[in-house]
């Protein structure tokens, strides 16, 4: 039996970090699926079309890594395609409080299905998809930070939104 495992996140884009856990987690297992989900609980620049895309391009030079769009249930989708593991990665300390809650909720809700995170590389922990896309929309350069596959997508989305869009939707507290 083939050892399979997903990636899932939002990769609103994806960047070196997440390429970097990608390619750390096809050397353990047959096959990864790196897994777009569609509507994540958050503002996202890139629909899911453009972000599986974007992940396709970024991760085509590795013959073991799928990457496909999915709604719902992470565990749930995980049994659909055969995924035993769940792939998450760490940045800094304040993401093993939110990883170890999924993976506590995940594990009840699918105990076939285990979890790991892998730690980043020190070299991309300060990375994000947020804080790529506030560096480039304020004329910074990033190319340390994603694929030239991603700085044209996000030229081409600042030429369509304009250069004053907020990358995400403002809230005031007060309303």
Same mark, same amino acid.
């Not at 987690?25 to 890139?46: E, G, H, T």
């Not at 899911?48 to 990457?67: C, G, M, P, W």
């Not at 790529?132 to 939104?161: H, S, Y």
């Given at each position: 039996m083939p050892r399979v495992a997903l990636y899932p996140g939002s990769f609103d884009p994806i960047h070196y970090g997440h390429i970097d856990?990608? %390619?750390?987690?096809?050397? *353990?297992?047959?096959?990864?699926? #790196?897994?777009?989900?569609?509507r994540p609980n958050k503002s996202l620049f890139f629909s899911a079309e453009e972000r599986v895309a974007l992940a396709q391009t970024a991760l085509k030079d590795f013959d073991n890594i799928e990457v496909c769009r999915y709604a719902g249930l992470t565990v749930t989708f995980a049994r659909s395609v055969g995924a035993q593991t769940l792939v998450r990665g760490l940045r800094v300390i304040s993401d093993f409080e939110l990883e170890y809650q999924m993976a506590l909720t995940n594990r009840q809700l699918c105990p076939d299905v285990e979890t790991i995170c892998l730690m980043t590389r020190q070299d991309h922990a300060f990375i994000s998809a947020s804080v790529a896309k506030e560096v480039f929309m304020a004329g910074g350069d990033i &190319?340390?930070? &994603? /694929? /030239? #596959? !991603? +700085? %044209? +997508? *996000? +030229?081409?989305?600042?030429?369509? *939104?304009? +250069?004053? &869009? /907020?990358? !995400?939707?403002l809230v005031s507290l007060g309303e």
């Amino acid at each position: 039996m083939p050892r399979v495992a997903l990636y899932p996140g939002s990769f609103d884009p994806i960047h070196y970090g997440h390429i970097d856990i990608a %390619q750390r987690a096809a050397a *353990l297992f047959d096959k990864l699926i #790196v897994a777009v989900y569609d509507r994540p609980n958050k503002s996202l620049f890139f629909s899911a079309e453009e972000r599986v895309a974007l992940a396709q391009t970024a991760l085509k030079d590795f013959d073991n890594i799928e990457v496909c769009r999915y709604a719902g249930l992470t565990v749930t989708f995980a049994r659909s395609v055969g995924a035993q593991t769940l792939v998450r990665g760490l940045r800094v300390i304040s993401d093993f409080e939110l990883e170890y809650q999924m993976a506590l909720t995940n594990r009840q809700l699918c105990p076939d299905v285990e979890t790991i995170c892998l730690m980043t590389r020190q070299d991309h922990a300060f990375i994000s998809a947020s804080v790529a896309k506030e560096v480039f929309m304020a004329g910074g350069d990033i &190319t340390f930070m &994603t /694929p /030239p #596959v !991603v +700085a %044209q +997508a *996000l +030229a081409r989305k600042r030429e369509i *939104l304009g +250069a004053d &869009t /907020p990358l !995400v939707r403002l809230v005031s507290l007060g309303e």
